[in-house]
């Protein structure tokens, strides 16, 4: 079970999903969540990614948001991202849902992306939701309008996803032909129930094996960047008109 597999199925396949976790960022410096590299070794996410945390803690809350942002900003897509950019505009991804907070896929050029989890680089008020730039999260600035807290706009452990982004993920991965997973641990409810939707083939692109790889149809262990680039070899430039 190879990846020329993989790249068969894709050009067989008439719509094709990516479903992406923090897995898909790390070569491009940003650590995953429960890796041993990952965030939670060190952090406890009940401490920083709770609304309880942003209403009772917000001083650490802000301080773990703003040094992600900081550290985002040195951290560029990598091959992986620029390969399924490229590979949505040959026509052979339609949709990629993603848990990543990062933007990197759109700015790969990737168009068509649902934000599952929110992003990090857009901001608003606690209180009465109204928009702030990310500079003035980063300021430590208040509200403007009603002087609440300041927050960016990932989803917290807690609060209900994008409902836009979640119904289109949820519809495109039960219309598709092909789901392929990359990157994600699927510990992470209701994101993690996404691939158990799909009628179509499912794969799994990651470092080491989910407790949930069972239900694959096809199992790929390596790095996103690595397998992406195979991948792309196997396709041998091929596009659907
Ligand atoms: N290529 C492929 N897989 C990788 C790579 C890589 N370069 N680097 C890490 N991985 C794998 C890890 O082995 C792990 O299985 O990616 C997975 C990342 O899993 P998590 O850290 O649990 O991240 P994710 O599944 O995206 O977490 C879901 O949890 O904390 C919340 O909101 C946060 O969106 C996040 C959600």
Known sequence: MTVELLAQWMKQSKTTVVLTGAGMSTESGIPDFRSQSGWWQNIDPRTVTTTDSLLKNYAMFREFYQMRIQALKKCAPHKGHHILADLEKRGLISLIATQNVDQLHQQAGSKKVAELHGNILTARCQKCNKPHAKEQFLNNAICTYCLG???????????????????????????????????????????????????????????????????????????????????????EGYSKG
């Not at 129930?193 to 790929?220: C, E, H, T, W």
């Open 149 to 235: 807290k300041l927050r960016p706009n990932v989803v917290l452990f807690g609060e209900t996803l994008p409902m836009e982004a979640w119904n289109r993920s949820l519809n495109e991965i039960q219309n598709a032909d092909l789901v392929i997973v990359i990157g994600t641990s699927l510990e992470v409810y209701p994101v993690n129930q996404l691939p158990q939707m799909a009628k179509g083939r499912l794969v799994y692109i990651n470092l080491d094996q989910s407790s949930d790889s069972g239900q694959f149809d096809l199992v790929l262990e390596g790095t996103a960047g690595e397998i992406l680039a195979e991948l792309d070899e196997a396709l």
